[in-house]
């Protein structure tokens, strides 16, 4: 009770002192605390097989979260058996583990109210439990039968490939999805990363191909895990030691990455729907993470379209125009090989001629004109400002201290990262546009029924391909 | 004023009651309610400030207008988002007049081209005379320079929200922003906004089939209560959408007596209590929201649609239910969990595993919870089966659930599942802030969710039974069906 006398005391001495002074003042007028602000630690170890384990304790809520990576993407698919990687992930997870068949591992993961998903991604499986620290021994125990005992089960494999051929049969009813991967396609042609899982290729994976895929990449050798939440460290090392002490692996073989061929020549590519809006997406080959441009591509990106609406695209053709809900770009950077810079927007199918123009516009403007001080300044203040956001949840902390790692990033990464934000000026950022941004090597997805496309087109000096409708079956 | 401390509220019988313990809640003499959670690991808050005003409290004549509202609330205030009000002002009315001029002109009769062009070009030169005024998005743009992050509104059926994550020591600053914006709001850039609301519906509705299904399906179920219409409102409704009416609509409800704030994150609960009464203490209370006093009639037999796009079939099957508090919503929770959550889920487990017929099942309740709602079933059928044999399938295990009785071990393992992930969503800062306003707004106070566990538990098997034989009745039913082009009969 004393607390809410001084409460109340408070509260009515700051109301009776601006009473007076209603009148609001511009936000810009405010001064601030500074803010204290410690990158947060992360234990890290490794197990004798090779397992490396990354640590943040938080025990706020009776709850344990786990990632785990497997140098293991779909980048390894052979091109007949694309799909591959994905649908050894869906099986591992459903087709039946250890003592337990795959019903079995259902109801016990559903009995304690776990959270268990597996994706492949490009160069990576990536794993994520959710338990409650009183089912730890039981959950772990099940995770550590998925990746030691998999079953893979013939008729859950065949339940998880026939899933697998419905969603690619659907993937043309979302003009997103649809614009997605014809982009992809295009830009990584020739390579294993532009090689999308078709209904042909789903078909013929084998259940041993399965099989030699866990064997080749499911080791310890080559795990990373990261656990947070309410387990301290030696509990979990007890835990593991258990469960994965007596597993080896093999060395890996060492496996080069395929360079990307040249890019093929730039195109206007048309996926003709009959629906009212043109889903416009632009992209050509981008960035590493290792490029000495990466920080001023991040300011770049910001101003360009990366900065929601204080970015150029959406204050052009949203804020002033009105010509489209949603519209961005970015340079996605690669971990391994050049990642690809993608700019997109959804317009009315009369306007895509003035939306790509108006696109085209402010990319060719950032490799003319240097960026203006206040621009530079806002981007800057946000990337830096907003960085302590990457830390106000403890399993992305830890998760994201493993990714970094798994992708060999630098040391002093985020040590550093701030100041090498704050050292960007707006002759790099214009240096590494002209380097990296070429709006006239271009390709251009339009999914809809965009008005005139062969002249515009022409007036981009594209050709133009016509990708005819998209149909599910067209793989059979 | 007053201001009450919840510690643990339920000196229960079972187990601590996580969340009553962490809450703190503060009304102010206008209406206002202040809801703190603190959290000191990381020097960061959400803040979600909700007004209970949504899609459902729009009438004909002014539909899309609570989303449309949303929107211009970013356009700024007096000082935000302008180079010089007073000269500013005389110019937003004159866009106002030309725009509400053409918008008439439009809809009569006999339009005159030569007179909609030119007032076309009166109002397009007026709007390039208004830039030179504006600042844009400059609230954006402050937030931004300060590290705030995933500033946004949402607009549903009941309520409207606005978010925004800050690092601990900008606490004055959202509020400053928002109080300015409670009071001070100024609808600029009506007309371009209008422009991106259509297209923000050709990409969510128009063009999009699940959007389509979804919105046939409720236009179908309910027949005359609100919840029938779209949030983002029909084509000719945002088309129409006059400035005054948005003011209007904005000045009676976005005020401190509909709105609930929480604070979740690095916050001070005294100290947020202060400047939270500094900012917004002096407002006017506003008018309580009404409430919709329509009535949807009970259903009389099924009712069918069918949407014919460019587009792989699917199914939704929806039934007329009560909505919270009542108990039987609370037995639907553990339907839903029951019917479609999870691989162990009775759809999953008959449609897709045992007789594939289906590549996904899911479950959920729909469009609000402010008035009574509907339990809907989403079904996608695997190729070559067809909407037909899913839809049989369904009713199949429909007509289960309300014939056998629920074993205990289901039941135990669907209470344990909704307690542990009410657990999980205490873990984000802005989940949390979004669930308090949510159901302060919905249930008229955010304890609903504390009591939460409790109610479940006690539901039996047998209230399973009576439930499903209650609701799931072909009378009751309403089918939505995405039917692909060219292959009706």
């Known amino acids: 009770m004393k607390k809410c006398w001084v409460v109340t005391l408070v509260g009515l001495a700051l109301l009776a002192g601006c009473t007076l002074s209603h009148r609001m003042e511009h936000p810009d007028r405010l001064t601030f605390a500074p803010l204290s602000f410690e990158l947060p630690k992360v234990e890290r170890f490794q197990l004798a097989n090779g397992i490396q384990v990354f640590l943040r304790e938080d025990h706020e809520l009776p709850l344990v979260t786990m990632s785990a990576m497997f140098d293991a993407g779909s980048i390894n698919d052979p091109p007949d058996k694309s799909g591959l990687a994905q649908l050894h992930s869906s099986a591992v997870r459903s087709a039946g583990a250890g003592d337990r068949s ?49 079953h893979f089960d013939p008729q859950r494999v065949e339940l998880a490939r026939r899933r697998m051929l419905e969603s690619i049969r659907r993937e043309a009813d979302s003009s997103s999805v649809l614009a997605q991967k014809t982009l992809v ?39 990373w895990l990261a656990v947070s939440g309410d387990i301290d460290r030696k509990t979990l090392e007890n835990l593991l030691g258990h469960l994965f002490e007596s597993w080896s692996g093999v060395v890996p073989s060492f496996r080069q990455l395929e360079p990307l061929p040249l890019a093929a020549a730039p195109a206007m590519l048309l996926v003709h729907k009959e629906i009212p809006q043109t889903t416009v997406l632009i992209g050509q080959r981008g960035i590493k993470k290792d490029d000495p441009d990466l920080y001023a591509l991040r300011v770049l990106d910001f101003i360009l379209g990366g900065g929601s609406f204080n970015s150029r695209l959406m204050q052009e053709i949203r804020t002033r125009r009105g010509l489209a809900y949603s519209v961005y770009s970015s340079f996605q950077v690669g971990r391994r090989l050049p990642g690809l810079f993608v700019a997109g927007a959804e317009t009315k199918n009369a306007t895509v001629a003035e939306v790509v123009g108006l696109m085209r516009q402010e990319m060719e403007n950032m490799t003319r004109e240097p960026v203006s001080e206040d621009e530079l300044t806002l981007a800057k203040d946000s990337l830096i400002n907003s960085f302590v956001f990457a830390f106000d949840d403890s399993h992305e902390i830890v998760s994201q201290t493993m990714r970094l790692v798994f992708y060999g990033y630098p040391e002093d990464y985020l040590d550093r990262y701030r100041e090498r934000l704050a050292a960007v000026t707006a002759k790099d950022v214009l240096a590494a546009a002209r380097r990296h941004l070429h709006p006239e090597a271009q390709t251009i997805v339009l999914v809809g029924d965009p008005e005139h496309p062969a002249e515009l087109a022409k007036q981009l000096g594209l050709p133009l391909e016509n990708m005819g409708p998209f149909n599910g079956d067209t793989a059979n | 004023m007053a201001a009450i401390f919840l510690f643990c509220l339920w000196t229960s019988i079972c187990h601590a009651q996580p969340l009553a313990e962490k809450v703190q809640e503060h009304i102010f003499p206008n209406g206002l309610r202040l809801l703190v959670v603190e959290r000191h690991n990381a020097p960061t808050f959400s803040a979600y400030l909700t007004v209970g005003v949504g899609s459902v409290d729009e009438t004909n004549g002014d539909r899309g207008l609570a989303h449309f509202l949303e929107h211009l609330r970013f ?51 007026l709007q390039q005379k208004h830039r030179d005024f504006v600042v844009t998005d400059e609230a954006s743009n402050i937030y931004a320079r300060h590290g705030g992050v995933g500033y946004n509104a949402f607009t549903s059926k009941d309520l409207t929200s606005y978010i925004i994550s800050l690092p601990s020591n900008k606490l004055e600053l959202w509020a400053a922003v928002e109080s300015d914006r409670m009071a001070h709001a100024v609808l600029r850039e009506f007309y371009t906004e209008r422009d991106v609301i259509l297209e923000e519906r050709r ?55 509909n709105t609930v704030i929480a604070l979740v994150g690095a916050v001070d609960f005294d100290e947020a209590v202060a400047m939270v009464g500094r900012y917004f203490g002096h407002l006017a209370a506003g008018t309580p929201v009404p409430g919709v006093a329509t009535v949807e009639p009970p259903q009389r037999g099924e009712r069918r649609v069918k949407v014919v796009f460019d587009a792989q079939p699917k199914l939704e099957v929806a039934f007329h239910k009560p909505t919270l508090p009542s108990r039987d919503d609370y037995v639907f929770d553990v339907i839903d969990q029951l019917l479609g959550q999870g691989r162990t889920s009775r759809l999953y487990q008959r449609l897709v595993v045992e007789k594939q017929l289906a590549a996904e099942v899911s479950t959920y309740v729909a469009p609000g919870s402010r008035y009574p709602n509907l339990f809907v079933c ?53 989940g949390l802030a979004g669930m308090l306003t949510y159901f302060q707004t919905v249930a008229g106070d955010w304890r609903y969710l504390s009591e939460y566990d409790r109610q479940v538990a006690s539901v039996t098997a047998e209230d399973v039974m009576a439930v499903a034989r209650k609701y799931f009745t072909s009378e009751n039913r309403t089918v939505a069906i995405l039917e692909a082009k060219g292959q009706q009969p």
């Open chain 1, 102 to 150: 795959a019903d079995e591992v259902e109801s016990t993961l559903e009995r304690i109210a776990a959270d268990l998903s597996i994706n492949s991604e490009s160069y990576a499986t990536v794993l994520n439990l959710s338990l409650q620290t009183a089912d730890l021994d039981e959950g772990v125990g099940l995770l550590a039968d998925m990746m030691r005992r998999p």
């Open chain 1, 185 to 223: 396609s295009a830009l990584y042609q020739g390579h294993a990363l532009g090689v999308m899982p078709t209904l042909e290729t789903v078909k013929a994976i084998k259940r041993e191909d399965l099989e030699n895929f866990h064997r080749r990449f499911i080791r310890p050798d080559n795990m």
């Open chain 2, 75 to 125: 356009k700024g205030t007096e000082i935000l988002g302008t180079r010089n009000f007073t000269a500013e002002k005389p110019l937003l009315a004159a866009i106002e007049k030309a725009g509400d001029a053409l918008d008439d002109l439009r809809r009569s009769p006999n339009v005159d081209p030569k007179a909609m062009s030119a007032l076309e070009d009166r109002l397009h030169a």
């Open chain 2, 203 to 257: 990409r969510s509705y128009d063009s999009n089939p699940d959007g389509l299904l979804y919105e046939q399906l409720l236009a179908t179920a309910f027949t005359v209560h609100p919840y029938r219409h779209p949030i983002i409102g029909w084509p000719s409704d945002i088309r129409n959408l006059r400035p005054r009416q948005a003011r209007e609509f904005m000045h009676k409800y976005y005020t401190p007596v």
């Open chain 2, 378 to 430: 989403h079904l996608v059928p695997r190729h070559p089966h067809t909407v037909e044999e899913v839809e049989h399938a369904l009713y199949e295990e429909l007509d289960r659930l309300s014939r056998k009785p629920v074993n205990d071990a289901d039941l135990k393992r669907v209470r344990n599942r909704l307690r542990v992930d009410q657990l999980r969503s205490l873990k984000s800062n802005s």
